[in-house]
């Protein structure tokens, strides 16, 4: 090698390796890149530095999120064979920026440009530019990417990778449900499309995206819930299995509690070696940091479903669970023993109570009201001595609105019952300051009680005014409480005005007397 050959190829590694040490850094720029170059003294399209290796500099320039159209316009000047870069897994220039969400279709389009069979260059594992864009978090300039890739490759909508993932499959696990409509009216039925393991994009929006994009795929396709897998889990267990795939586990809470509201046999699916939904979501490998998302998806799924609880394999297996787990697991068995037991189920306490009356006013989850009922059907219109019935002390003690909703569920005629004093179910929620409750009897149920007195002459309204339960009555939950009560009744304003009144002759004579003891101190 004649010693101006070294020169040049010292030269050239010199040179690519500061370009690629700039292009890979987080301070990638115009100025840093011209800097470069000139100390190369590097001239537009000069094949002497034809020998730069792979034009690694490059690829990391496309997938740098500093990146900008001068950045990519200046080194396809400098250096136009870089464009046909590919690395050790079938990477092209194009498939990088597509994946960088600082991509911009200015960028796009230079490459395009440069390379216009990029659009349908396949990576090692079949996957085109469009794919990369799917699953590229930025919606920024994403529709408009879309649209000119789209253009320029119509085919790529509808190609598979090598696991038969459709770009639609990518979209599903990160893009919004405005991009993923996009993507199934451009090829109509690529919602119901399977990947090699089975898998179909609602699968990915549960393990991965919002609930806005599992409720839009779900209402497009309903029957997908019902979908199994080559592995033989649903959608529903996608959903648990993203709490250890998330940055944040507690968004997999959502997706869960989304299923089950709107399909209640998903409760029953069993995945994998036959495990109860139940089994399945204690057996995960939960920690510290995701814990907190595992227990509520328990929570939820054993208030949808408890009697999964009395699953043997639950019990023989609770001591590999987490801690907090196992907690949960064995406070709630109690009662499902209890229901169990026919003669405590039906034997009440001095006050005329039964279990049932109890677990409500100790806010025992739905799950466990649910096993209870199930061992005493008749305990939902058991009356204490007070005349009380478990509607009404679950107005009053429960913070669950769901709660009041599964009892009036099974029997509306509870609630037009009235205690010894004459107090409705809607004066306990009051009495107690569940603001959801109230919402609930006033909205849902049209509660006429509102305008009842009880025997004291109290409408629920005074009762919440009155209620040592409320804690900070500046609050925005108390405030639209007594607006909700006030719209439903108007004419208590009324009453209203006349205890204002009442009462704002006694605070003046409270602050003027309070003035005189101050005056009288100094």
């Known amino acids: 090698m004649s010693e101006s050959d070294n020169n040049n190829r010292?030269?050239?590694?010199?040179?690519?390796?500061?370009?690629?040490?700039?292009?890979?850094?987080?301070?990638?720029?115009?100025?840093?890149?011209?800097?470069?170059?000139?100390?190369?003294?590097?001239?537009?399209n000069n094949h002497h530095h034809h020998d730069l290796g792979s034009y690694r500099f490059f690829r990391n320039a496309c997938h740098n999120v500093r990146v900008n159209e001068g950045?990519?316009?200046?080194?396809?000047?400098?250096?136009?064979?870089?464009?046909?870069?590919?690395?050790?897994?079938?990477?092209?220039?194009?498939?990088?920026?597509?994946?960088?969400?600082?991509?911009?279709?200015?960028?796009?389009?230079?490459?395009?440009?440069?390379?216009?069979?990029?659009?349908?260059?396949?990576?090692?594992?079949?996957?085109?530019?469009?794919?990369?864009?799917?699953?590229?978090?930025?919606?920024?300039?994403?529709?408009?990417?879309?649209?000119l890739l789209t253009e320029k490759c119509p085919e790529a909508i509808r190609h598979a990778d090598n696991n038969g993932c459709l770009p639609i499959h990518y979209a599903c696990a990160e893009r919004c449900p405005e991009f993923c409509r996009?993507?199934?009216?451009?090829?109509?039925?690529?919602?119901?499309?399977?990947?090699?393991?089975?898998?179909?994009?609602?699968?990915?929006?549960?393990?991965?995206?919002?609930i806005a994009t599992v409720e839009y795929l779900y209402k497009l396709y309903p029957d997908a819930i019902n979908h199994a897998?080559?592995?033989?889990?649903?959608?529903?267990?996608?959903?648990?299995?993203?709490?250890?795939?998330?940055?944040?586990?507690?968004?997999?809470?959502?997706?869960?509690?989304?299923?089950?509201?709107?399909?209640?046999?998903?409760?029953?699916?069993?995945?994998e070696g036959k495990k109860s939904l139940l089994h399945f979501a204690c057996h995960r490998e939960y920690t510290d940091s995701n814990i907190h998302a595992g227990l509520e998806i328990i929570e939820e799924i054993y208030d949808a479903y408890p009697e999964a609880i009395e699953d043997d394999t639950i019990a023989s297996n609770i001591h590999r669970y987490h801690q907090q787990e196992q907690s949960f697991l064995n406070g709630e068995s109690v009662y499902s023993r209890q229901a169990k037991n026919f003669r405590q189920m039906m034997t009440p306490d001095d006050n005329g109570q039964l279990p049932l009356h109890t677990a409500l006013q100790h806010n025992v989850r739905l799950g466990s009201i649910k096993l209870l009922v199930k061992g005493n059907p008749s305990a939902i219109r058991n009356i204490d001595i007070n005349f009380a019935l478990p509607l009404h002390v679950a107005c009053q003690h429960h913070s669950s609105a769901a709660v009041i909703q599964y009892l009036v569920g099974l029997d509306t005629s509870i609630l037009d019952a009235i205690d010894r004093q004459g107090n409705t179910a809607l004066h306990y929620a009051c009495r107690g300051a569940k603001y959801e409750n109230i919402a609930l009897l006033l909205e849902k149920y049209d509660a006429v009680s509102v305008s009842k007195r009880n025997a004291h002459g109290k409408l629920p309204i005074d009762?919440?005014?009155?209620?040592?339960?409320?804690?900070?009555?500046?609050?925005?939950?108390?405030?639209?409480?007594?607006?909700?009560?006030?719209?439903?009744?108007?004419?208590?304003?009324?009453?209203?005005?006349?205890?204002?009144?009442?009462?704002?002759?006694?605070?003046?004579?409270?602050t003027q007397n309070g003035k005189k003891r101050k005056l009288d101190a100094v």
């Open 10 to 44: 010292e030269s050239a590694e010199s040179l690519s390796k500061e370009l690629l040490e700039h292009c890979k850094s987080e301070s990638l720029s115009e100025e840093g890149l011209r800097g470069i170059i000139e100390r190369h003294n590097v001239t537009p």
């Open 71 to 147: 950045i990519i316009g200046y080194l396809l000047e400098y250096f136009p064979d870089s464009i046909r870069a590919i690395n050790d897994n079938g990477l092209v220039p194009l498939h990088l920026a597509c994946g960088n969400k600082s991509v911009t279709l200015k960028i796009v389009q230079l490459l395009i440009v440069a390379a216009p069979d990029s659009v349908r260059s396949l990576d090692c594992n079949g996957r085109m530019p469009l794919h990369y864009l799917c699953k590229n978090e930025n919606d920024r300039k994403a529709m408009q990417i879309f649209k």
């Open 182 to 210: 996009v993507l199934i009216e451009v090829y109509p039925g690529s919602e119901r499309i399977t990947d090699g393991n089975g898998l179909l994009p609602l699968y990915l929006a549960c393990a991965n995206n919002t």
């Open 229 to 271: 897998t080559v592995r033989g889990h649903y959608p529903i267990h996608t959903a648990i299995m993203g709490t250890s795939r998330r940055d944040d586990p507690i968004a997999a809470v959502g997706i869960v509690k989304y299923l089950l509201e709107f399909d209640s046999d998903v409760t029953l699916q069993r995945g």
């Open 463 to 510: 009762v919440l005014w009155e209620s040592s339960a409320v804690e900070d009555r500046e609050s925005i939950e108390y405030t639209e409480s007594v607006f909700r009560l006030l719209k439903a009744y108007p004419e208590t304003v009324m009453n209203y005005n006349g205890n204002m009144k009442q009462q704002g002759t006694s605070d003046r004579c409270s």
